[in-house]
């Protein structure tokens, strides 16, 4: 073959594979997070979105798991479909609810919420980074007010670390009274309840663990210093405030 013909033809082939995969797949853009928000409901839902397969020219089924944001998110079964310009996400949750929703705007899906028993709630799908997710699902922290004492004042806010071997846990400290009681959650980043305790001599004890244990916090700057103490043993963690 011609030098030049040769040129000519491995050009023209490195040109049609490079567009070929600059050309990006048909609705790679679901591919994330999404916070899903039934009306009248407080507790959220996630839909974590990790792969696209094509089907026919308009049905795409999804890669999917959903489930409580606070929980573990499990496999599902969803597909998206083309009807020319719109889009429409379809969603079969475990227990058998219904998930039809439109999408109306650049990553946001609206539509309808139907329990197995029939029931329908308006939804609304939103699709959010992993730091836009926390600042969405923050509890509201109350400011303390000016007699509450300094050192009750600074266990306010929101905290994460962890015991030695365990995984991540979040304290949330919401309001902190004059007399040192406080309103408080522990364990998960979106709290499910809040319970009270009282701040003494600089510490603040609540009831942890599985087997009636007792975590107790302490305040030193930008941390809180923790010790767990139980039937099974004792563990001590740092706990750092979230900005």
Known sequence: ??????????SFAV???????????PHTDLIASWL????GEKRPRTLKIIGVKQETATVFTLDAAYGWTDEKQTPITAEVRQNGQERILSVITQSASKIAARQVSAGIFAGTFTLANGVT????????SDDEFRLRLRPTVETPASNVPPSCR??????????????????????????CTVKYS?????????????????????PCGTNSGTCSFSSHGDELWG???GPDGGNQGVWETIK
């Open 121 to 128: 709630k308006p939804i609304l799908i939103e699709k959010l």
């Open 227 to 229: 010790n767990y103490y």
């Open 1 to 10: 073959m011609h030098r030049l013909t040769r040129i000519i033809l491995v």
């Open 186 to 206: 522990f364990g998960h980043w979106f709290p499910r309840t809040f319970a009270t305790a009282e701040i003494k001599k600089g510490t603040l004890s609540i």
């Open 15 to 25: 040109c049609f594979f490079s567009s070929a995969r600059a050309e990006p797949a």
């Open 154 to 179: 600074s266990f306010t806010g929101g905290w994460v670390g962890r015991w030695s071997g365990f995984n991540l846990a979040w304290l949330w400290i919401v309001q902190v009274n004059a007399d």
């Open 36 to 39: 899903v928000t039934v009306e």
